[in-house]
């Protein structure tokens, strides 16, 4: 470090292991790296410049004055957003979009097939001790393959979901807010991962013909952040246009969905099922009408876990470490005006 270079300091509120703080240290001699996620002193704040932040934990503005960017330990920001500190012009956020692509989009795939093999039916008849004969009338399948996949919101998670569906041979529609932008750029990804390039969807509908998409699916996965703009975006309008037979799944944000909307399908049958990790209230509250559905599998917000989180969002962190220190554009920067 010359004269003129200052030194960076830097707060990571979070738990990595010591081999992954070496990594974030070798990427400049600039760096001062200090990790501590509770009871942090007010003198460490104050000389902060990038901020790794995770568990919700958002200082206040007047404790952290040098403050320039932080980094979420998670994909969604609206949390974020709603606090000061992520208001702020001089800040900016990036996110760890891109890390949970592989497990959510398995995820996905797994309910798929869930509802395609009729595994419902056979877990009901298991804890009945129910051995069913002429079981090919009760459990015959619907093949993945030639079904039709609508995904809503195109960024990481939703292309690797396209590529997956895609080597099971089904055809895939998308819908995303800016269908003139079909590459995906700016963001962390794996390689060989996902569509970068948009290329997979037979055809990519904009955010106002979601309705237009999903009268062809036979599987409707959305993987959608949330913002101001698009709470409650899927609702009876999407929901009536679906088929009779067609299956709902939710990994993104349960907010954009019009839960009260998704009931009323549910029940009615209008729709065949739905697979639903995110609810808007989270804990579901025991008596929400959802879990009394006998066509509905409730997970609790998990879709996005993986052994190898913290891992992965080492590596988005590193190389935003990196670009930082040479001034360069840093990755998976959020859109104080879009929320994602």
């Not at 995770?54 to 007047?62: K, M, S, T, V, W």
């Not at 797994?110 to 395609?116: P, V, Y």
């Not at 062809?216 to 949330?226: F, N, T």
């Not at 992965?312 to 930082?324: G, H, T």
Request: charged fraction near 20%; glycine fraction near 6%.
């Amino acid at each position: 470090m010359t004269e003129t270079e200052k030194e960076i300091r830097v707060l990571i509120a979070a738990n990595f292991d010591e081999e992954t703080l070496e990594k974030f240290r070798a990427v400049s001699p600039l760096l001062s790296i200090h990790q501590q996620s509770r009871d942090i002193p007010d003198g460490i704040l104050a000389e902060i410049e990038i901020l790794y932040s995770a568990n919700g934990y958002y200082p206040p503005p007047e404790k952290v004055p040098n403050l320039r960017w932080l980094q979420l330990n998670s994909a969604g920001a609206e949390n974020v957003l709603r606090q000061p500190v992520g208001q702020q012009d001089h800040v900016e956020v990036t996110s760890a979009s891109g890390i949970h692509a592989t497990q959510m989009a398995e995820y996905s795939m797994m309910m798929m097939l869930a509802f395609s093999q009729n595994l419902l039916r056979m877990l009901e008849h298991q804890s009945q001790s129910l051995w069913v004969h002429e079981s090919w009338r009760h459990y015959v399948p619907w093949p993945l393959r030639d079904r039709t996949l609508g995904i809503v919101g195109y960024g990481s998670i939703g292309r690797e979901i396209a590529r997956l569906a895609a080597a099971f041979g089904m055809k895939v529609l998308a819908c995303k807010r800016d269908v003139m932008k079909p590459v995906l750029s700016g963001r962390f990804g794996e390689e060989g991962l996902g569509d970068p390039e948009g290329v997979i969807p037979e055809r990519i509908y904009p955010a106002e013909a979601i309705a237009d998409m999903v009268v062809d699916c036979d599987y409707v996965v959305a993987a959608m952040p949330l913002s101001e703009h698009n709470q409650a975006f899927i609702g009876e309008t999407v929901f009536s246009a679906m088929k009779p037979d067609a299956h709902f799944i939710n990994v993104g944000r349960g907010a954009v969905v019009d839960e009260a909307a998704l009931f009323h399908a549910l029940q009615a049958k209008q729709i065949a099922g739905a697979a639903l990790d995110v609810f808007a209230q989270e804990p579901l509250p025991k008596d929400s009408p959802f879990w009394q559905l006998d066509n509905v599998i409730i997970t609790p917000h998990v879709s996005g876990n993986s052994q190898l989180y913290q891992e992965k969002a080492a590596l988005i962190f590193e190389e935003n470490l990196r670009r930082y220190v040479n001034k360069l554009p840093l990755l998976n920067r959020v859109s104080k005006t879009q929320g994602y």
